[in-house]
């Protein structure tokens, strides 16, 4: 057999990527040991929560031949997910509806992303008999936007999340690990990482900007590159089971699955591209629909509607717990306080917490003191700046 050509090969890989319904595609080493400390910084802060698997899997994350014995490459891929009326200021306007993260509203990214990667896979084999690989989506500890980093498909911004200058930040990633030395993606963004890690400095187009850090409900990014999760809206009406800390549920909002905030102010995202998929698009009205609605879901209902969608794997209680807080932030009404009253009784011990609390916010805003007024003004500021912001900047989504 002639020996492969692995320059033909990645180019090969490009165009297999682009016809499976890939944005991007990059490769990349796995040297990822210029990162370690800053996980080992990251877990040390407990800025995981309760998500014990962040620790138990160690430096395993920043090493991807511990986790894939053979790997020697890392293929990066994009997949971008903004729908095509994301309504988000409208809905963040009205606290009567639930703002449910724009990721969420279709079928859930995972099978979907996975399933392709395999297909690529299977044309690498093709061309590549001795050839072995595993495709991850968020399914094991992965560094993904390091890699991806390294791979050229953008840069980590100081939310945490990776941007490119031509697409923003409304994209999933994934990956396929790899076993042959293809040719490493060089482009400005994977020479930038490069620099970073020789000079020890961060230098990007995030520049002096720091919108995504000021605009956070929760000031969960507290500091340029890191977020704690445990003040962040994503981590604690998604990823945590737990009670949400009783300081933070004011500050939620509408919110009931994730937030979009620190996307939404970031100017990259002027350049964001509409996803080409259908898969994205909204479902069962979730884009546009009343928290009272959704608090009326029998769980029956809940898992029957929402079948392939990321929600529901939160479980049931988790999605009351959210939807409690927000009618407790929402405007006070005979109708919400009367909803929360009778879904009590059969509520488990956490929801009925959280309902317990969203009385005492209707209670206290039928009797609105001007110090209770104040302070919703003030826990509702920063919203109605980034709804301003966006009505402004980006129309077409707003």
Same mark, same amino acid.
């Given at each position: 057999m002639s020996p492969i050509n692995y320059q033909e090969l990645a180019e090969k890989i490009k165009c297999w990527s682009k016809e499976l319904g890939f944005s991007d595609l990059g490769i990349s080493n796995i040297d990822l040991s210029a990162h370690e400390s800053m996980l080992e910084r990251w877990l040390a802060n407990g800025y995981h929560g309760n998500m014990d698997y962040m620790a138990r899997h160690g430096l395993?994350?920043?090493?991807?031949?511990?986790?894939?014995?053979?790997t020697i490459r890392v293929i990066s891929v994009r997949l971008d997910y903004l729908p095509h009326n994301a309504k988000f200021a409208s809905i963040l306007k009205d606290k009567n509806k639930a703002y449910i993260s724009r990721y969420a509203l279709g079928r859930d990214y995972h099978k979907l992303m996975r399933k392709r990667l395999q297909q690529l896979g299977k044309k690498i084999v093709e061309h590549c008999s001795d050839f072995n690989c595993r495709p991850f989506v968020d399914s094991a500890p992965v560094m993904e936007r390091p890699l991806a980093e390294k791979a050229g498909l953008g840069w980590a911004g100081k939310h945490t999340l990776l941007i490119n200058?031509?697409?923003?930040?409304?994209?999933?990633?994934?990956?396929?690990?790899?076993?042959?030395?293809?040719?490493?993606?060089?482009?400005?963004?994977?020479?930038?990482?490069?620099?970073? $890690?020789?000079?020890?400095?961060?230098?990007?187009?995030?520049?002096?900007?720091?919108?995504? *850090?000021? $605009?956070?409900?929760?000031?969960? *990014?507290?500091?340029?590159?890191?977020?704690?999760?445990?003040?962040? $809206?994503?981590y604690f009406t998604i990823e945590s089971p737990d009670a949400i800390p009783i300081e933070l549920r004011p500050l939620m909002g509408n919110r009931i699955y994730g937030c979009d905030d620190c996307q939404l102010i970031c100017p990259w995202n002027k350049y964001a591209k509409l996803s080409l998929a259908d898969d994205f698009q909204a479902r069962n009205n979730l884009d546009d629909i009343s928290l009272l609605e959704l608090f009326a879901w029998s769980e029956e209902y809940f898992l029957n509607t929402l079948q392939g969608s990321p929600i529901r794997r939160i479980g049931f209680q988790s999605w009351l717990r959210n939807i409690a807080v927000a009618l407790g932030n929402a405007p006070y009404s005979d109708v919400i306080v009367t909803a929360l009253t009778e879904k009590r009784p059969d509520a488990s011990d956490l929801v009925v917490e959280h309902i317990n609390w969203a009385l005492v916010q209707q209670s206290d805003k039928k009797m609105l003191s001007e110090k209770v007024a104040a302070e919703q003004a003030k826990n509702h500021r920063l919203t109605l700046r980034l709804i301003r912001s966006v009505e402004k900047g980006l129309p077409r989504d707003a």
């Open positions: 395993m994350r920043a090493r991807p031949a511990e986790l894939v014995p053979g200058k031509e697409a923003g930040s409304w994209f999933f990633l994934g990956e396929l690990f790899v076993d042959i030395p293809l040719p490493i993606s060089r482009n400005e963004y994977s020479e930038s990482a490069i620099k970073a $890690i020789e000079t020890q400095t961060k230098t990007n187009d995030c520049g002096t900007c720091v919108a995504c *850090i000021k $605009i956070c409900p929760t000031k969960a *990014i507290v500091e340029p590159y890191t977020v704690d999760a445990r003040r962040c $809206i994503s």
